[in-house]
């Protein structure tokens, strides 16, 4: 009570509690000497002291001025017997107490371990593995959990006590003048309890004197005694009938009771606090206790000695049980009992003690009429001692649940000092067999309902058991990021409100409701499939794993019926007969997958198919591609493409359908030409992939087509040409400067021909060719699926491909081709002297050159996915060029170069090789023999000497070989035997030292590599080309450059050199005829002789074939002019020609049996270059 002090070691304070140094030094948290504030550290040495202890120096530090000295001098002068009541014997050694909290620490350690090895932590599952900076993951399980906290815990613990050992040790190396201060703590705190003890002697003193009192003495019988020496007898007390008070005397003593009791009720001291709300009236005081009774008490007399007695009793809670005049007599007895033996208090308890006893039995009669009527069947009650238990939901599987009234005793419950423990009505209730500490229950004492109770049990019964399906699925993706709306409505007191609401699609909900007489949990709304998972749901044991589970794949479940529906609608093929593996779906969706349903467009084939799942964390659909057999290293058959998922509030109708087959097509069309860059190992540029809806954009893809190397066609270049050998060159190969090279082609998907199932392509790209070229290409000249606008110079290209093959090369191939016809009309258009006669789709005829009555032309044919084209000079047998075609088309397909610079080369060497070919033609007509093995000869006229052959090995580089008409063989020789060679020249372009382009004529290499051939049959013939040709010139001819070995002449001059050459050749032959004519009349003469001469006896200008010819020109010297561009000499291209057969060094061989045997008749056959 207010104004009583509180006791220390027996005795009351004064003001508070007062705690001693001991307790304060004692009960302090020990901390880092750092950290300790300045009074409770070490206290310092005296500030005369210095001493060096334990390898610590002291010394000075403090400054207090004359209170330092002062407490100083007082601690100097103490008396011996206070600085020694604490023995030296008390103190242990540091070096003890250090090692036996290390012990301790590691004894702990110990067993922290063998605790921590008890409790095993399960392993996450992958998804929700978060990985720490410090790479291991965050297990956030209980389990793992306790196990850091009792870690934390010893952690703590163990700190604490080194702290102690640390201000301990500080406090050891001034061990005298803590011994010292811990002495006179000890005395004073001596002196303390000595001061307080005798305050409460005094305290006990003053209490028990308020009894020492003495009756009023007698004093009649003492006078009598005192003055008889005896009694006559001793006073007594009769009883006299007292007359019926009247009305006034009524009122005066229930007034003076009122009085009394007032005044009693004041002053008594241990009046219960129960009891403290009481009114006096009538005589009697009236104690009212809340929602338990009402006690009438009256006193018999004004004495104070006068006890108690109970009036009436009144209980104050309904429904109020009746009580019959007996059990009213007993009870006010046993009352009046207690009252005597202690007073009002044990009243009251016995009392209280009743009224709980009555709650508990209406209680019981209330559960036993709920399990007859309504309750019946799912409610048992029984009274267990003084307990009721009611247990509900007995059909519920899992653990019982029930609830428990009865009568706690309050001992354990926390009160006010001033309270003492008292009984009261406590509600107890398990939950599935595991006691419920949570549960706000609300008992309304005044008025008695068990099933309020009951009600409120089952609400938060069903409450727990609904949050913990929402706190399940909150956390599930679908949930937590809002796509399906989750709501629960909560009662504490009323199940019928409790519900869960579960969003399963757009337009689709489930509710939740756990029924509260049978504890099943009831779903709506109804329908069949509503029934069987209501069926599930009740039968599971595990309400937080399993139910969540089951509600998840119901969802699922409706949403595979919404697809199917959907889907129905549209254009797919459901493949239900196709099954993945368990290792498949894990290696392609990576996550469980509740309903799985595979999809397939018809024109798709067996390649691609769209998968669409369910799980519990959302619906994905999934684009598969077919692997090749072996193409993977895994097991799975199929790749994904391109994954999404499938939105909770999308509606999934036909027309969602329709739009994702036409993305996932354009998706596969853009992906299928990616690979094949990506297979080419090509640049291409090519944006992400926009996720799928409505209004959804697929990217182009875009490349860079190089004119000059346009690989990503995937064709030869060349019809002929071997695979292994490569027409296209590399990139370093094409000059980086020449931006006209480049072609960036876009490529987008342009929809799907319904009619035979095949992708449209379209490309775009921007010509560089003028407005003007562009001009003269109408639809007639380009193909069906090519547009041109010759405005804005774009060409849009539409190719049809199926879907599983890629439009690049067909793309590729129609640029290819639109540019061989837009370069070589660009050329013709720029070039001087050049006319474009027609165009067509696969033909450009051209003229070039145009006499009066000659117009020379050309029909360039370009064939698709050749790079090559065609060439036709015209007129055929007229055009000089026609020799060039076969050399301009390798050269086509041999060259690096573009087309473009190829077609240009080709069109302004025809205007450059024009007078050369026009005179080495005319040679050539004039004196022409046939090539061809087995073509018989003409005969030889008789002013032809010689025969002109004439061959092309580019279109800058050409062979002249002169040889000897058939006809004009020696006598021993056929007639139809082949022409002897007279002599090699070879004509190169070759520019002189001011770049003047220019022809070079000169004789044909006679040593190639391994080949070796004289180019001269006579010395005599060489001797008289070098000294007319390339030495010398004939009077009044300067159009030509001597070179010693050589001749030089410009381009539009060719022909007085060529014809001079020809005069010196034609002339040594004719000379070589008349000289063996003369030769044969003599041998006619000698052969009667039987003399038999070499088989070129008749001529010894002439050699009858190789083996018996003399020695040709000697070898230059090692730095000798080779043939410009890496020109072969003329001849050495045949490889079927061989040498003839000459002894070492290039000689000639002896004439013997062997050498005559390999030619029959001793003749050479000489097959033409």
């Not at 209170?67 to 601690?75: K, L, R």
């Not at 009720?265 to 009236?281: G, I, M, T």
């Not at 005049?325 to 007895?333: A, H, M, Q, V, Y």
């Not at 030619?1159 to 270059?1169: A, E, K, S």
Request: hydrophobic share 35%.
């Amino acid at each position: 009570m207010n104004g009583e002090r509180p006791t220390v070691n027996g005795a009351h304070t004064a003001n508070g509690t007062h705690r001693s140094v001991t307790d304060s030094s004692s009960s302090a948290n020990p901390l880092k000497p750092g950290l300790l504030p300045q009074n409770l550290l070490p206290p310092p040495p005296p500030p005369s002291l210095d001493r060096q202890e334990n390898g610590d120096a002291w010394s000075n530090r403090w400054d207090d001025g004359g209170a330092g000295h002062a407490a100083a001098s007082n601690q100097t002068h103490a008396p011996p017997e206070i600085l020694s009541l604490i023995s030296q014997d008390s103190y242990l050694p540091m070096a003890a107490l250090i090692s036996r909290a290390s012990q301790t620490c590691w004894n702990g350690l110990s067993d922290l371990v063998e605790q921590l090895a008890l409790l095993s932590v399960p392993d996450l599952p992958p998804e929700q593995a978060k990985l720490m900076p410090n790479g291991f993951t965050n297990n956030q399980s209980k389990a793992n959990l306790d196990k850091k906290d009792k870690i934390f815990k010893f952690a703590n613990e163990r700190k604490a006590d080194f702290i102690k050992l640390l201000v301990l040790l500080q406090w050891s190396k001034n061990v005298d003048e803590v011994s010292k201060t811990i002495s006179i703590n000890y005395w004073l705190m001596l002196r303390r309890q000595a001061y307080w003890g005798a305050i409460a002697s005094m305290a006990t003193l003053k209490q028990e004197s308020s009894n020492f009192q003495i009756p009023n003495p007698d004093l009649k019988t003492a006078a009598e005694v005192l003055s008889t020496g005896k009694v006559a007898n001793f006073p007594r007390l009769g009883y006299i009938a007292q007359p019926d008070l009247s009305t006034r005397q009524i009122l005066r003593v229930l007034k003076t009771l009122n009085q009394a009791l007032s005044v009693r009720l004041a002053l008594w001291d241990n009046l219960p606090p129960q009891l403290r709300s009481f009114r006096v009236h009538d005589g009697r005081a009236t104690f009212s206790v809340p929602y338990e009774f009402e006690l009438d008490v009256s006193t018999l007399d004004e004495s104070l000695e006068s006890p108690l007695r109970m009036v009436d009793l009144r209980l104050s809670f309904q429904p109020c049980p009746h009580l019959p005049d007996g059990l009213r007599s007993e009870i006010e007895l046993l009352a009046n009992s207690n009252i005597d033996q202690g007073g009002l208090a044990r009243c009251y308890e016995f009392l209280h003690e009743l009224a709980l006893s009555y709650k508990l039995a209406e209680f019981h009669k209330q559960a036993i009429e709920l399990s007859r009527n309504q309750w019946v069947g799912n409610l048992r009650a029984e009274l267990v001692r003084r307990n009721l238990v009611v247990q509900y939901w007995p059909e519920r599987h899992g653990g019982k649940s029930w609830v428990e009234i009865g009568i706690a005793s309050g001992r354990g419950k926390q009160r006010a000092v001033d309270m003492e423990p008292h009984s009261s009505l406590e509600i107890k209730c398990t939950l599935h067999g595991k006691r419920a500490e949570s549960l706000r229950l609300h008992l309304n004492e005044s008025v008695l309902c068990f099933e309020d109770i009951l009600r409120q049990v089952i609400a938060q019964h069903s409450t727990q058991i609904l949050d913990t399906i929402y706190d399940k699925l909150v956390s599930r993706p679908l949930f937590a990021d809002a796509e399906l709306s989750l709501e629960q409505s909560l009662s504490h007191d009323d199940p019928e409100v409790c519900s869960l609401v579960m969003q399963l699609s757009r337009s689709s909900q489930l509710q939740l409701k756990v029924d509260p007489v049978t504890g099943l949990i009831m779903v709506s709304p109804v329908t069949e499939r509503a029934e069987r998972l209501q069926f599930e749901v009740n039968r599971v044991q595990s309400v937080a794993d399993e139910v969540v589970s089951k509600l998840l794949n119901f969802r699922c479940s409706v949403r595979e019926s919404s697809v199917l529906a959907g889907i129905s609608g549209a254009r797919w093929e459901a493949l239900r007969s196709f099954k993945f593996t368990q290792a498949e779906i894990k290696s392609l969706f990576g996550r469980p997958v509740v309903k799985i349903n595979i999809f397939r467009q018809s024109q798709w084939g067996l390649e691609y198919s769209l998968a669409v799942t369910h799980g519990q964390d959302g619906d994905h659909w999934w684009l598969l591609q077919q692997v090749p057999l072996g193409a993977s290293s895994s097991q799975s058959r199929y790749k994904v493409l391109r994954n999404q998922g499938i939105g909770a509030s999308e509606e999934l109708s036909s027309a969602y359908f329709d739009c994702l087959a036409d993305y996932s097509m354009g998706l596969i069309c853009i992906q299928r030409n990616a690979d094949f860059f990506t297979e080419k190992k090509e640049n291409f540029g090519l944006r992400p992939f926009p996720a799928f809806d409505r209004h959804y954009e697929l990217p182009e893809l875009s490349f860079d087509l190089d004119m000059a190397r346009p690989s990503p066609s995937g064709q030869s270049s060349s019809a002929g040409a071997a695979d292994s050998t490569p027409t296209t060159p590399k990139a370093s190969d094409v000059p980086a400067e020449d931006a006209s090279l480049q072609r960036n082609v876009q490529v987008r998907f342009g929809g799907v021909d319904r009619s035979d199932l095949r992708v449209v392509t379209v490309a775009h790209y921007q010509t560089q060719a003028s407005s003007a070229v562009l001009g003269h290409l109408d639809k007639s000249v380009l193909d069906a699926g090519v547009k041109l606008n010759p405005e804005d110079r774009t060409v849009i290209i539409r190719v049809e491909t199926p879907m599983a093959e890629a439009a690049i090369p067909q793309i590729v191939a129609k640029v290819l081709d639109l540019e061989k016809v837009v370069s070589t009309v660009e050329q013709i258009h720029c070039l001087l002297g050049l006319r474009l006669k027609r165009i067509s789709n696969s033909t450009i005829s051209m003229v070039y050159h145009q006499e009066a009555l000659t117009e020379l032309g050309l029909n360039i044919i370009l064939t698709s996915g050749s790079p090559a084209p065609r060439l036709e000079f015209l007129p055929p047998q007229v055009n000089p060029h026609q020799i060039l075609a076969q050399a301009y088309t390798k050269t086509f397909a041999a060259n690096r170069a573009p087309f473009a610079t190829t077609m240009r080369n080709l069109l302004t060497s025809l205007t450059a090789t024009l007078p050369l070919l026009t005179i080495l033609h005319t040679l050539q007509q004039g004196h022409e023999f046939a090539s061809k093995p087995g073509q018989q000869q003409p005969p030889a006229e008789p002013g032809d000497h010689v025969r002109v052959h004439l061959l092309a090995r580019t279109e800058t580089q050409f062979a002249v070989q002169y040889f000897t008409p058939a006809g004009q063989a020696p006598n021993d020789v056929k007639n139809d035997s082949a022409p002897q060679l007279l002599a090699r020249f070879e004509i190169l372009s070759e520019a002189n030292h001011s770049g003047k382009a220019g022809w070079l004529v000169r004789p044909a290499l006679e040593e190639f590599q391994s080949y070796s051939r004289p180019s001269y049959s006579s010395p005599d013939l060489a001797a008289k080309v070098k000294q007319e040709i390339f030495s010398q010139r004939p009077a009044g001819q300067s159009t030509w450059f001597l070179l010693d070995r050589g001749a030089w002449c410009t381009v539009d001059h060719p022909e007085p050199l060529l014809k001079a050459l020809h005069d010196v050749v034609w002339n040594w032959a004719k000379q070589a005829k008349m000289s063996a004519g003369n030769a044969g009349s003599k041998e006619d003469s000698n052969k009667g002789k039987g003399a038999q001469g070499g088989s070129n006896a008749n001529n010894p200008s002439v050699t009858n074939g190789a083996n018996n010819r003399g020695p040709g020109p000697a070898k230059g010297a090692p730095g000798r002019q080779q043939a410009a561009n890496n020109a072969m000499p003329n001849g050495a291209n045949m490889k079927v020609q061989r040498p003839p057969v000459n002894g070492p060094g290039g000689k000639p061989a002896p004439n013997n049996a062997k050498t005559n045997a390999r030619n029959p008749q001793g003749r050479d056959v000489i097959t033409l270059d």
